[in-house]
C-alpha cells in the first residue's frame, strides 16, 4: 500500500513528488509522456530563469531533484482509479497498485491544427512561429504579424488578448465562416482585428513565416496561435466518481482536495491559470494537504 500514488509528471506531478519523497512518504509516480511543458521551446516567464528555458530541461531537473529523495518516474498510463473502504485501487495496462491518496497531475491538450502535419508542426512551434499560450509568450509577438486560428467567443477573446502585444492581428476561422455573436463582431471591430474565413490549409514554412491557405487567398505570419481549445485529461477523475465542470475540470477546495476524501488534484486539470507557477504552486499545497491528511489516519514518525 503506498501513501500516495501520483498520476502525472509534468512540472505539477514532479513538484509534488518532491515535496512527498521529502516528507518520507512512499509514493509511485506514473506518466504517459505527454506534459505540454515538453511543448516548450523556450519559456521566458518563469521566474528564476532570466536567459529562459526550455520545457525538457526544466523537466529533467525537476524530475532529477525528485530522484535524488528516491521517487521514480515509471512510464506507464493510469487507465483505471476506483476509491474502496482502505484508500484507492489505481490500474495500468499491466498492473494493479494501491494507495491510501492519489494525486492527479494528468493536465490538459491544445488542440492542433486539423491540417497540420506533425513535422511541420514540431518545427513551426520549435521556431516560435506557432505558439499556443499567449499568457506565456504574447511578449515575444510584439509588433509581430499575427494569426489567431479559430472563431467564437474563444477566438475573440484570444485574438483581443494579443492585440495588446501588435496591432496586426488577423482572426482566421478553421471553418468556412466565422461564427460570432454580435457582441464579438463589435469586440472584434473595435479592436480592429482583421476576421478572415476557412476553410484553412496547406500550412508551410515559407521565409520565417507560417504561411497557409484562407478564404481570402494565402497569407503569411510571423507567428500563428491556435485558439482551438483543449482536452482535458479528467476522465481518471470521473471513473472514480468526482465532481468535474461543464468543460471537463476537475473541481477541488483550496486544498486542493476533490469532491473524494483521499483524492488530490494539481495542474492545469483544475480550472486556473494554465501556467507552470500555479501548477508547482497547486502542487506544494496539495502535497502538504496529502502529508497532513495521511498523518490525521495514523502517526508518521521515523
Ligand atoms: C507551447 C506551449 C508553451 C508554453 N509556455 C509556457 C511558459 O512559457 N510558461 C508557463 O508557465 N507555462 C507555459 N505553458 C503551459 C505549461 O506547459 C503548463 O501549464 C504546464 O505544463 C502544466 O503542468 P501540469 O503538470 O499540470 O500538466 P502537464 O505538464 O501537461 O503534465 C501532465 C502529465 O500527466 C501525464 N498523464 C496524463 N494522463 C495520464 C494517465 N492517465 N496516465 C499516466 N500519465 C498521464 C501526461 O503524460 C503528462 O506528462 C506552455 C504550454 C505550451 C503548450
Not at 92 to 116: C, I, K, Q
Request: charged fraction near 25%; aromatic fraction near 6%; proline fraction near 4%.
Amino acid at each position: 500500500m503506498d501513501d500516495c500514488i501520483i498520476v502525472g509528471a509534468g512540472p505539477a506531478g514532479l513538484t509534488a513528488a518532491i515535496y512527498l519523497a521529502r516528507y518520507h512518504l512512499d509514493i509511485r509516480l506514473f506518466d504517459d509522456g505527454q506534459s505540454r511543458a515538453a511543448w516548450i521551446p523556450e519559456s521566458h516567464n518563469h521566474a528564476g530563469f532570466p536567459e529562459g528555458i526550455n520545457g525538457k530541461v526544466l523537466l529533467r531537473r525537476m524530475l532529477e531533484q525528485a530522484e535524488k529523495y528516491g521517487a521514480q518516474r515509471e512510464e506507464k498510463r493510469v487507465i483505471h482509479l476506483e476509491r474502496n473502504a482502505d484508500g484507492f485501487i489505481v490500474g495500468t495496462d499491466d498492473a494493479t497498485y494501491r494507495a491510501r491518496s492519489v494525486l492527479l497531475a494528468t493536465g490538459v491538450v491544445n488542440r492542433r491544427p486539423e491540417a497540420m502535419d506533425d513535422d511541420l508542426h514540431d518545427e513551426a512551434l520549435a521556431r516560435g512561429l506557432l505558439r499556443y499560450c499567449p499568457v506565456c509568450d504574447g511578449y515575444e509577438v510584439t509588433d509581430k504579424k499575427v494569426a489567431v486560428i479559430g472563431t467564437g467567443t474563444h477566438g475573440c477573446a484570444e485574438a483581443e488578448f494579443i492585440r495588446t502585444y501588435s496591432r496586426d492581428i488577423t482572426l482566421v476561422s478553421p471553418l468556412p465562416k466565422h461564427d460570432f455573436s454580435d457582441s464579438c463582431d463589435r469586440k472584434v471591430r473595435a479592436a480592429e482585428i482583421a476576421a478572415v474565413d476557412g476553410p484553412i490549409g496547406n500550412f508551410a514554412i515559407e521565409g520565417e513565416c507560417l504561411a497557409f491557405d484562407t478564404a481570402e487567398g494565402r497569407m503569411k505570419f510571423d507567428s500563428v496561435y491556435p485558439a482551438l481549445g483543449s482536452d482535458i485529461r479528467s476522465e481518471l477523475a470521473v471513473q472514480a466518481g468526482a465532481e468535474c465542470s461543464k468543460d471537463g475540470c476537475i473541481e477541488t477546495g483550496d486544498h486542493l482536495e476533490t469532491s473524494i476524501p483521499g483524492l488530490f488534484a494539481a495542474g492545469d486539470v483544475v480550472i486556473g491559470l494554465d501556467q507552470i507557477s500555479h501548477a508547482m504552486g497547486q502542487a506544494g499545497v496539495a502535497a502538504t494537504t496529502i502529508r497532513n491528511h495521511l498523518a490525521e489516519q495514523q502517526p508518521l514518525r521515523r
